[in-house]
Every structure is written in C-alpha cells, then in structure tokens.
C-alpha cells in the first residue's frame, strides 16, 4: 500500500527562482496537510485541506507562498519568488477525518534555495 | 495558543539502558496527543495516539502513557535501532467540525550505542 509520495525529494534552485513541489496523499484520505520543518522551528503547518478546499492557510508565512489541491489525488505547494530564507525540509500529510486524525507523512522534500 | 515542550533535547543511552522521553503541553481542550518517530532524511512515522489522561499503548520496546499535563515515552531495554528523533504533537478541540491543527514540539533525539 503506497503511502504519501512526494517530488521531487531534492530541489536546489536560484534566488528569485519559482518552486513547486508536488504531493500524492493516501488513496481514501480527505485531509491534505502541508508542513515545513527547520532547525530553528521546528515542524510548522502552512496549510491544511479538507476534501480538496483550503480549510486554514494561517501558517503560510507570506504572498509568495501558495497551495492548490486540484482533485483528491494530487497538491502543490508553490513559492514564487523563492528567498534563501524558504530553505527547508517540506513535508506533505494525510489523514481520515472523522476518525483517529492520524497523519501520516510523506519522504519530504528537502529545499535549498542559493 | 497551544504549546509543547520535550525534555531532554537529546538522551543518549547504552544499549538495554532504559529511560524516559516527556512532552509536556498546555492545550484548550485535549482531543490527542501523538507520538512521531523520524529517522535522519524521513518524514515521521506515527507511533501512538493517547485520548485521555491515564491511558497507555505500547509498541515493541515503546510504551506511551498520558496524563492532563504531559506524556511520557518510556523505551524498555532500548536497541541501537530505536535511535531516532521523537516527536510529540497535540491537537486540541476546535470548533463544530473543525479540525484541530497538530502543534509539535521540537523533539528528543535519541541515541542508543551497542
């Protein structure tokens, strides 16, 4: 059973750069939650869907930041303009509302933004 | 606003030493508590969920346990494959049908040597 995949795993880019990173969630989950950890602060939620609306967007941490989730299957996370600030570990999560609300993570995708 | 705090930052023990990780939290209303195990490079792994105050799980050599103001992992006769960092999170009751956010502490990083 495939869990929450993630791409890509490794992103370097440019200053200034646009970033899209991209999340499959459990097949069957209603909740899609996008996360971003760092040394300093530790794992932060940006946002959090609920069968494919923005429910609660309160953690993305500025304009340049955005998310889609077009259908059940498929989300992107997208940062334009990228800052070497933004650098960071994101990751993507799943779960079944309406029951134990557990998340279940994906790989990560590890961010380096020159 | 809900608040986790995890002591010690790291423990490093000997094989079969065993110890406790705490999490102690302040949340308006406790809906769960979760406990996460994340190796270098890898999104977390869910471990255990706790409800209520008083009730335990245990997993292997992990055994969690819940109280109104802290949790504890306990790791009986630890092996060099329990090293890890472990994550405790909380959600808190939200509104009608709204789900509560997860809100993680910083994690203990554990060390078992051979």
């Known amino acids: 059973d495939a869990g929450v995949i993630q791409s890509p795993r490794h992103e370097v880019t440019e200053m200034g750069q646009e970033v899209t990173l991209r999340c499959k969630p459990i097949?069957?989950?209603?909740?899609l939650f996008w996360y971003r950890q760092t040394m300093m602060r530790g794992l932060e939620l940006l946002i959090y869907?609920?069968?494919?609306?923005?429910?609660?967007d309160s953690g993305m941490p500025e304009d340049r930041f955005s998310a889609k989730m077009p259908n059940a299957s498929f989300s992107t996370l997208k940062i334009q303009p990228s800052e070497p600030r933004d650098s960071a570990v994101y990751f993507c999560?799943?779960?079944f509302g309406q029951g134990q609300h557990t998340q279940y993570f994906g790989p990560g995708t590890r961010l380096t933004v020159l | 606003e809900d608040q986790v705090t995890q002591s010690p930052e790291a423990l490093r023990l000997q094989e079969g030493e065993s110890s406790s990780l705490n999490c102690s939290y302040t949340?308006?209303?406790?809906?769960?508590l979760f406990w996460y195990r994340q190796d270098p490079g890898k999104g977390p792994e869910f471990l255990f969920t706790?409800?209520?105050a008083g009730e335990e799980k245990e997993k292997e050599r992990l055994k969690a346990t819940l109280t109104k103001k802290e949790s504890f992992l306990h790791i009986t006769a630890p092996k060099p494959e329990d090293s890890a960092t472990y994550l405790c999170?909380?959600?808190?009751?939200?509104?009608?049908?709204?789900?509560?956010?997860?809100?993680f502490g910083q994690g203990t990083i554990l060390t078992v040597h051979p």
């Open positions: 999560a799943s779960s």
């Open positions: 097949s069957g989950h209603d909740y």
């Open positions: 869907f609920n069968n494919n609306v923005p429910i609660d």
């Open positions: 949340v308006s209303g406790l809906r769960g």
């Open positions: 706790l409800y209520s």
């Open positions: 999170a909380v959600q808190a009751w939200a509104g009608g049908t709204s789900y509560g956010k997860l809100t």
